[in-house]
Each structure stands twice: as C-alpha cells, then as structure tokens.
C-alpha cells in the first residue's frame, strides 16, 4: 500500500450535535459580515464607518461565541483564553501582520517564528509550568575578569525528551525547525528531537464535505519503531479540518503504534478543526494562537490568511516541484544558519533512508 486516503466524510462523524450546532452557529453569524466586508471595499465614507462598526460589534460576538465553545475543552488551548489579557495584543497584532495581504515573504517569515516562540511558552514554559533549572552564561566581558550570569529557565526535558517533531510538509517544515530549535535551547542536554515527514496532501479540486486526504508513503521519511510510545509534536500554521492530522495518526495507529501524547500547533485553527481533532484523536491537544470562524466550500480558513505554504516557501513551478532539501536550501543561509541543527537532523531522516 503506497497511499492512504480518508474522506472528509469520515471526518464529521466525530463531531457531537453540539459541536455541529456551534459550527453551525458561528457560521452563520460570519456570513452576516459579508455585505460588510463589500462596503469595506468599495463603499463611501459614511457607509465604510458604519460598516467598521457593526464588524467590531459582529467579531466580539464572535470571539465570545468561541470562547464559549472551546473554554470548557481541555484538549483546546487558545492563546488568548490561557494567558494574561495585558499580552493579548501582542497576539492580536501578529496575526492581523500574518493576515495582511501587503506582508511579503521575508516578513511573513519573521511574524510565523516570532508566533512559534509564542505557542511554545503557552505549551511549555508559562505560569503553569513546573521547575526551572538555572543556567551559567559566559559574558563577553573579561575586564577586569571573566564574567558570568546565572538565569533560570522552565525545565521542559520531562515534557520533551522523549518527542519527535512530526512534519506533515512543506507549511509545516519552518515552524516544525522552529519548535525543534526551542526544545534545543531550553533542554538541559541541548537535545534536538529526531524528525518524522510525512507527505500529505488533500485534493483542492473537490469541495470540503468531499474532501481526500491522500497520505503518500513513497514520498514519506519515518521510522515506525521510533514512534512507538512517543510525544509526537505537530506544526502547522494552518489547521481547517483537521483532516491531515487525522489521517497521519489513524495510519499511525492502524500500524500498531500508540503515541503517548501528540500536540498540534496552528498559528490559525477554526473551531470545526480543533473540534475534529479532540473529538477523533484521544490522545491530541491542540495550541493555536488565533481561532476563526468559518471554512469556505474548498475548506479555506475564513477570514484566513491565505495559503501558508506558499507565503512561507514561495510557489512551486508546476513542471519542477521542489522536494524538501530543495525547499531548506531556498530558505537562504541565514535561516539555515539559525537552525542548523533542526535542519541536520532533516537530512539524516531524508537522506539516511
């Protein structure tokens, strides 16, 4: 068997009718800002104040809406419903930067890392976080002698030391690096977690609700046996369905493995995804910094922020796709250089194959 497919169909079977209803709902209240989004483009003054209002009035609603919904799931953690209110702007003004049509590569590059940072302290290191362990750095001061700092740092290696950075690839293969970097830098052990690709993709020429998600096993680097009873860890900045996820861990389980523990990080998640992947696997919680409302009939985030892929990596060439070690060269010599380490791991899983 080369491929693995789920249909989206089988999909909705997870979601209870309290969760369809929700989705439903919240649905619903976002096609109402439609006419609104239209005066925003094009209307007159008058018209475009009035319209900015009754968003501001709709979006609240919203956000409370979800809030509702996913505060008393344990599985969910959105940025905003688990950190102080005085950070939340920061939140709030990252990813209008992500959403903005005008934000070009290499600053959509820098907003996706500093977001990743972000998720990682609400995973790992916030106020919840356990025992700190303290650190001696070497200053370059020398006069009149050498110098020393001490810091303490939140000890995640209990939560980290048995992971691997599970890639399902190309959106995924930046911010994968990323939190691979961060559990080097807070690990006592500078420990870089082995790497797992997976080739998934889904087929954008059918609607959402008949969706496939073909997983590509010729096209995938993973060693089965190092899987076994592992934290699995996930970066995606984009989660719609949850379809992808799902698959990867249905094939996983279907093979007899059992992850100890799998968390998927989305700088962008809709309430159906997040839904989805608590509801289909036991095992799974979700981080993601922002929450949005809607899909569309070809399963776009709504309002979104676009394809993420292509705004992190560029676009392919139809007749000369570019396989992974093609996709880390065009990052350039400084991202490479800052995570060099993540990125030899990646070739040993590619190349050692």
């Not at 089965?224 to 996820?245: C, R, V």
Request: hydrophobic residues 40%; contains cysteine.
């Amino acid at each position: 068997m080369d491929k693995v497919v789920l249909q989206a169909v089988d999909l909705d079977g997870y979601l209870t009718p309290a969760d369809q209803e929700a989705i439903a709902q919240v649905g619903d209240l976002y096609g109402r800002a439609l006419d609104d989004f239209a005066c925003l483009d094009g209307g007159k003054v008058p018209e475009r104040q009035h319209a900015r209002e009754r968003l501001l009035s709709l979006f609240n609603e919203l956000g409370e809406r979800m809030q509702a919904m996913v505060g008393a799931e344990r599985r969910i953690h959105v940025y905003s419903l688990e950190t102080p209110e005085f950070i939340h702007g920061e939140a709030s003004r990252l990813v209008a930067k992500l959403r903005d049509e005008r934000t070009g590569n290499p600053e959509f590059i820098y907003y996706i890392q500093r977001a990743y940072e972000m998720l990682f302290n609400l995973a790992f290191a916030g106020p919840h976080c356990g025992e700190r362990h303290p650190i001696f750095v070497r200053t370059p001061v020398t006069v009149p002698q050498v110098n020393y700092a001490v810091h303490k740092i939140p000890d995640i290696d209990a939560m980290t030391e048995n992971s691997v950075m599970c890639v399902m690839l190309r959106a995924a293969l930046l911010p994968s690096m990323i939190v691979a970097k961060e559990i080097q830098e807070y690990s006592l052990r500078h420990t870089v977690p082995p790497f797992a690709l997976f080739k998934i993709s889904r087929d954008d020429s059918r609607s959402e609700h008949d969706m496939a998600y073909v997983l590509d096993l010729k096209k995938s680097y993973f060693d089965l046996a190092e899987l076994q009873g592992k934290d699995l860890f996930f970066a995606d900045p984009m989660n719609a369905t949850g379809g992808s996820l799902v698959t990867v861990i249905q094939y996983l389980n279907g093979q007899g493995i059992k992850p100890r523990s799998i968390r998927f990080f989305n700088v962008v998640s809709t309430l159906k995804g997040a839904l989805r992947i608590v509801r289909a696997v036991a095992e799974a919680e979700v981080y993601t910094l922002w929450m949005d409302p809607a899909l569309n009939e070809k399963a776009y985030i709504l309002p979104g922020l676009g394809d993420a892929g292509d705004r992190i990596n560029g676009c392919d060439r139809p007749e000369s796709p570019r396989d992974i070690i093609q996709l880390i060269a065009d990052y350039g010599t400084h991202v490479t250089s800052l995570y060099r380490d993540p990125i030899r791991q990646i070739e040993k899983t590619v190349l050692s194959r």
